[in-house]
């Protein structure tokens, strides 16, 4: 069963063993050492495979319930490939947000489209909610809200590669130190913006959206200063 496939892939063993269980069902996997024999590899083989597969998120591992198979999801090997960048220094913050304005952009007008009534008054209700954080007296920066807006834009196109990128995009947004505002009028840009996109969607003027996206965009390019603990050119 396994090992029909190993000329045309470097998936571990274990790997290719879990992309041929069906996705339907209970995904339980059975202990390792029935696997070990089952598979014809070693328990501590079988344990270092299953730690690259947890990493990438196709698995769960728990106490006493033990090994599931999860659906694919691309962002945990993501997240997980750009911490290590981040924390090696080879990461450049501007040259991955280039990537994701050119994403949000390119998908915006059908992203907008896809939106439902009630996708768009959620959408209003983050600008509501941001804008009173700011108005507080001390203002307050609606970073859950920044976050959620964004994701919330883009999650009727179905697209689990999109998502996963976009999700992987904020977590290194938060690494890299940028959910903390130079001062509470750029947050207050950010967030007119963010208000101006809302009110062209309603009223299916969607390349003025664009426009206001893209303007908004550059307000975190203006920004950017890298952190002193990457590398960048």
């Given at each position: ?11 571990s063993e274990f790997l290719r063993y879990l992309a041929e ?213």
């Amino acid at each position: 069963m396994v090992g029909s496939s190993s000329s045309k892939s470097s998936l571990s063993e274990f790997l290719r063993y879990l992309a041929e269980i069906p996705e339907k069902g209970d995904q339980r996997i059975p202990p390792l050492n029935e696997l070990s024999h089952q598979l014809g590899l070693s328990v501590a083989t079988l344990r270092e495979q299953l730690e690259v597969a947890r990493i990438l998120g196709v698995v769960e591992v728990k106490p006493k319930a033990g090994i599931r198979k999860l659906p694919y999801d691309f962002r945990p090997a993501l997240i997980t490939s750009l911490e290590y960048a981040v924390e090696a220094g080879s990461f450049s913050f501007q040259m991955f947000s280039d990537l994701r304005k050119h994403l949000e952009t390119a998908y915006f007008i059908e992203a907008a489209q896809s939106l439902n009534s009630s996708d768009i008054e959620s959408l209003s209700d983050l600008v509501k909610s941001a804008q009173e954080k700011i108005s507080r007296v001390p203002g307050q920066v609606p970073v859950s809200e920044h976050k959620k807006f964004h994701l919330l834009m883009y999650t009727k196109l179905n697209n689990p590669y999109l998502s996963g990128f976009f999700e992987a995009f904020w977590e290194v947004y938060r690494i890299a130190g940028l959910e903390i505002y130079p001062d509470i009028t750029y947050a207050e840009r950010v967030w007119q913006y963010h208000a101006r996109i809302i009110e062209q969607i309603k009223i299916g003027n969607y390349s003025q959206g664009l426009k206001y996206l893209v303007e908004h965009m550059e307000l975190v390019n203006q920004r950017v200063k890298e952190p002193p603990r990457l590398s960048f050119e």
